[in-house]
């Protein structure tokens, strides 16, 4: 009892002489820069070294982190449950975040609403695209990137690539974002061969390593030689493809190293541009845009460099589409399209620029996907 | 026998209290080899857990989860049974209250669709663990590995019916239920901040409290568990029994699920498995089975929880710091199990020395 | 490259490379397991000793160059949380059952503690047999590419399988299990059997380990184990304490769990949740068809926790 008394005493006493040496620290450094150190939160939902979707959102934090005055602090394996408020309060009471970015879809909605009227001085930004003006607090935003624009130049590698004439994607939802990815890997690949196929297998969540290579080896075995995905940790399908001897594009990040030979090229985010772009304005005080969507030509997402399978022609075919979208031009969903059930999904004269709202929603796989969206 | 009281109270406190110490000693050993400074992350640790008012909110709403689904394993344990099922029967339950909220009683008065989510869930959640406990008793199956199963079947249901037939086509990139509507959701008590689900979570802990241990019903439950064949031998319904003790267990995880529903997402989705259930096994074994007990132990797992956020930003430590504290903290507490018992004699030996 | 379609051919052949491939990491953690239950305890941690067996597999076969060291250093992790759970077993009074689940929970926590630097680089995997290299298809030679470590897995099933019926060690750990006073009469230390072969148990668990990390899918990171030591255990009730028929069951839950993407790689699109828990529906089904209140399952160890 004697020990533990003495613990005791001694951890208190501790806890206080390091407040004050908190507030003399504080006080010291502060009166040299003249400028305030604002705090960066950032929340991850899984491993920031998934060579996937929380790498690309940590390497903006990386990039952020490299700004003068900005202290970025991080929470990684952070479920959408209260867990996510109570993480982005304790960065605002705590450690007095003026910005954070929640990075998962999952934590706008109810997560980053419930919190962010609640603290009007800090700011939230969403990765999702969420935001309703006139409904959502005005302290929150919600950015996303037009992805499947890299993954239509990534198809029309892929298409002009494959020599079987049948691409595969793993995807782990049938949801929009991930339907919309699919449909056009698919329509740039048509682009190129208007005969090919793209197979889809839906794993039923974004991290199952084993069925993510079940999936890839089942779709080897149907003689696909080409591989994408939209899952969270693209590492296990990369590598598969290498081993056996197939081509792969990947997602999210760069994962060239993974594959030297088989890796064709990938659809990546490009956040570090996003996230600096945002602290900047920040800092200068400027107003924020609620709602920031964009695409290659906005340089929210990017193409990784060719991989040494990639013909010459293949690569002008897709130099050309990618200096089609930069210039504006390029309109990938328009009439007329069919669905896989042979449904007209867009009607002949019909074309729904990148920011059509109806694209949203999308909940049909085009004609020359073999998959379903039920579950 | 008027000596034999202190000392088994003691006991109680002591040993629990100790290990609780020793853990923390054994954690603070680890660290300070990989060269952090053990009492500056205990300080943080306090700090993020109980050190303001905002910490003392974060941890009280992850700790009531956490009572609830901690009964769900206390309960049966009352019987001899070890359920880890707590996990499926949220899911189970948190789905139900979803369905009862969204569908049925959309234009109804909030605390009639209240009521409704919050019964939906609990009465699912108890088939849930109540079908563990008929199989046990009536087929002979062995109750954990059937719940441990039942898990994985209930989130594979749950993911099922969210993504396919129950899914609302407006929740686009988050499949989910239909939302229940913020009117119909279970606000927060006035003055602290946390959801109306802690004081549930509280009452159905002393509830169960004085059922299991004050009422001739949970005597019976106690000898049934000590000694089926004596039990039945007295005439003790058993399988009743087993089937009624199930159901409470699932119905306070089923609960905890139709709370987390109707106070904090606003759907049924995927996000339902996060663990509570899981985490709610090692709550209740800490609290040796006591529902009484199960709340201050709740308390402490929210509050290690709850800081640990600010042990990954403040002292670099990765998340995976704070699953090893309480693997530590469960061995040290399990473990000490074997002490029960040994204070008297140690006594009576020095009184007579 | 032979770029042809397999069709249908592909699903019967996806389920056989599904079994041998996603089988193993099952068959090591239910060999384990059945080992430590024949002697009377239950290990349910040995998602513990799996996870953290993956982790040091990686970390030692990236930083050594050699997988195989990995497999051992998988191994050592194995054993060492085994030894915890059977010295802490060892007490009066202590359930093994919630031990398991705090080892469980302690082995993962220092899996992934110490797994962070790891989940980036690429180590070297276990090198495999190609069975298939008869075979023109690819596909079949794919699917024959066998692991080294699931021909030692392979081997190890018949080989405890008599080690428990025709040794006298084996008749010692029997003896154990079944019933405590009979083993005190003959003088067998029961506590030393047991712990014995709970580290032999958390072994073989932790080899599993390394399997999926050095092998298939082949590299480490957080969500690498879906469960599958915790499933596991519920494959031994399914087996019966028979390390045979744990072979045989591993196979059946590794198919089963590429039977979902496969049928969906040649357009059998729907309900692919449920193709996912068709193992434990499986196994729940068995368990309610072969046990009644009266008879107990048939092989199971008398001194076993759940059959009290």
Redesign the interface.
């Known amino acids: 009892m004697k020990v533990a008394e003495a613990w005791l005493c001694s951890f208190f006493r501790r806890g206080r002489q390091e407040w004050l040496a908190f507030l003399f620290i504080s006080f010291a450094m502060a009166a040299p820069l003249h400028a305030e150190e604002a705090v960066v939160g950032f929340l991850y939902v899984g491993s920031k070294a998934d060579y996937g979707y929380n790498q690309a959102h940590a390497q903006g934090a990386a990039a952020v982190k490299a700004m003068p005055g900005v202290k970025v602090i991080e929470e990684e394996n952070v479920p959408e449950t209260i867990a996510v408020q109570n993480s982005m309060e304790s960065m605002i009471n705590l450690d007095g975040a003026k910005l954070i970015f929640p990075t998962s879809f999952g934590y706008y909605d109810p997560h980053v609403l419930t919190v962010a009227p609640q603290y009007p001085g800090t700011t939230f930004l969403h990765a999702g695209g969420l935001y309703q003006e006139g409904k959502h607090p005005a302290n929150a935003g919600s950015y996303f990137g037009y992805i499947d624009e890299a993954q239509y130049i990534a198809g029309i590698v892929a298409g002009g690539t494959s020599k079987t004439g049948k691409l595969g994607f793993i995807a782990a939802k049938p949801i929009p974002q991930v339907l919309r990815n699919i449909n056009s890997f698919t329509l740039g690949a048509q682009s190129v061969n208007p005969k090919i196929t793209t197979q889809v297998i839906f794993t039923g969540d974004w991290a199952l390593p084993v069925k993510e290579a079940e999936a890839a080896n089942s779709l080897i075995d149907q003689g696909i030689d080409v591989i994408t995905m939209h899952v969270d940790s693209p590492k296990v399908i990369i590598e598969i493809c290498e081993r056996r001897g197939i081509y792969s594009s990947g997602y999210h990040a760069d994962q060239s190293e993974l594959a030297p030979k088989g890796y064709l090229t990938g659809a990546e985010w490009n956040w570090p541009k996003v996230y600096t772009d945002f602290v900047k304005l920040l800092q200068e005080g400027k107003p924020f845009p609620h709602l920031l969507r964009g695409g290659l030509k906005e340089g929210i997402v990017k193409n990784s460099k060719y991989g040494p399978a990639v013909s010459a022609k293949t690569i002008e075919l897709a130099e050309a589409a990618k200096a089609k979208f930069m210039a504006g031009e390029m309109v990938i969903y328009k009439g007329e399209l069919k669905d896989n059930k042979g449904k007209v999904v867009i009607p002949a004269g019909q074309s729904l620029p990148q920011t059509d709202i109806k694209l949203e929603s999308m909940d049909y796989l085009v004609a020359g996907v073999i998959g379903s969206t039920g579950s | 026998m008027n000596v034999r009281v202190p000392a088994q109270v003691l006991e109680s406190l002591l040993i629990p209290v100790s290990a609780l110490?020793a853990a923390l000693l054994l954690f603070g050993i680890f660290l300070a080899c990989l060269g952090n400074d053990p009492?500056?992350v205990?300080?943080s640790m306090?700090?993020?857990g109980f050190g303001?008012a905002?910490?003392w909110r974060?941890t009280l709403?992850?700790a009531a989860p956490l009572m609830l689904t901690a009964l769900c394993t206390a309960l049966p344990a009352q019987l001899?049974l070890?359920v880890?099922g707590g996990e499926g029967a949220l899911v189970v339950g948190g789905v139900s209250a979803a369905l009862a909220g969204g569908l049925a009683f959309e234009d109804q008065t909030p605390w009639l669709a209240i009521a409704a989510m919050l019964i939906a869930g609990t009465a699912a959640g108890g088939a849930w663990i109540g079908l563990v406990g008929w199989?046990k008793?009536?087929?002979?199956?062995?109750e954990?590995?059937?719940s441990?199963?039942f898990n994985?079947?209930a989130i594979?249901?749950m993911?099922?019916l969210v993504?396919?037939p129950w899914?609302d086509?407006a929740s686009?990139?988050?499949?989910s239920t239909r939302p229940v509507g913020s009117a119909h959701m279970l606000g927060d008590m006035p003055g602290l901040g946390v959801h109306w689900g802690l004081a549930l979570a509280l009452a159905l802990c002393l509830v169960c409290y004085t059922v299991f241990r004050q009422t001739t019903f949970g005597f019976a439950v106690r000898i049934a568990g000590g000694n089926p064949r004596a039990a039945r031998l007295a005439g003790l319904p058993v399988g009743l029994l087993t089937l009624i003790t199930c159901f409470w267990a699932g119905a306070a995880a089923g609960l905890a699920g139709s709370i987390?529903v109707a106070a904090?997402?606003?759907a049924a989705?995927?996000?339902l498995a996060?663990?509570y259930g899981y985490a709610g096994?090692?709550a209740a074994?800490l609290a040796r089975q006591n529902p009484l007990a199960v709340i201050p132990v709740a308390l402490i797992l929210g509050g290690i929880?709850?800081s640990a956020?600010?042990l990954?930003?403040?002292h670099h430590l990765?998340?995976?710091?704070?699953?090893?504290?309480?693997?530590?903290i469960?061995?040290t507490i399990?473990?000490s199990?074997?002490c029960?018992g040994r204070l008297q004699p140690w006594l009576d030996s020095r009184r007579r020395a | 490259m032979n770029g042809e379609a397999l069709g249908w051919w592909g699903v019967p052949l996806a389920i056989l490379g599904g079994a041998i491939r996603a089988g193993t990491p099952y068959l090591f953690v239910s060999l384990g397991e059945c080992l430590t239950e024949k002697s009377g305890r239950i290990n349910l941690g040995l998602e513990g000793n799996l996870v953290l067996g993956a982790m040091s597999a990686y970390a030692v076969s990236y930083l050594s160059g050699s997988p195989w060291l990995g497999v051992l250093a998988a191994g050592g992790t194995g054993m060492l949380l085994g030894l915890l759970h059977a010295w802490l077993c060892s007490f009066p009074k202590v359930n093994d059952i919630a031990v398991g689940i705090a080892l469980m929970l302690f082995g993962i926590g220092v899996a992934f503690f110490f797994g962070k630097p790891y989940i980036q680089p690429a180590a070297p995997h276990l090198p495999a047999l190609g069975f298939g290299d008869w075979s023109a298809s690819a596909q079949v030679r794919a699917a024959l590419e066998i692991n080294v470590l699931f021909l030692i897995g392979l081997g190890t099933a018949p080989l405890l399988g008599w080690f428990l019926a025709n040794t006298r060690w084996g008749l010692m750990v029997r003896t154990v299990g079944d019933s405590r006073n009979a083993a005190e009469a003959l003088g067998f230390p029961v506590n030393r059997v047991r712990a014995a072969a709970t580290v032999a148990g958390g072994f073989l668990a932790g080899v599993g380990g390394a399997f999926l990390s050095l092998y298939y899918p082949g590299s480490w990171n957080e969500g690498l184990s879906s469960g599958q030591g915790l499933i596991a255990v519920a494959l031994v009730v399914f087996a019966r304490w028979q390390p045979m028929r744990c072979l045989y069951a591993s196979l059946l839950f590794g198919g089963a769990g590429a039977l979902g993407p496969a049928l969906q790689s040649v357009g059998i699109t729907g309900g692919y949740y449920l193709f996912n828990a068709a193992p434990y529906v499986l196994t729940l089904l068995l368990m309610a068809a072969t046990c009644s209140p009266e008879r107990t399952l048939s092989g199971i160890p008398g001194e076993l926790s759940v059959t009290k």
């Not at chain 2, 686009?172 to 499949?175: D, S, T, V």
Request: charged share 10%.
């Open positions: 110490l009492l500056a205990f300080h306090v700090r993020g303001s905002f910490a974060n709403e992850r001899g070890i880890i199989l008793h009536y087929r002979g199956i062995n954990t590995i059937t441990l199963l994985y079947i594979a249901l993911n099922h993504t396919g899914r086509p686009l990139n988050k499949p987390e904090i997402q606003g989705n995927a996000s996060a663990g096994i090692l074994f929880s709850a956020g600010l990954q930003r403040s990765p998340d995976a710091a704070v699953l090893m504290l309480q693997g530590i469960f061995i399990l473990s199990e074997t029960y």
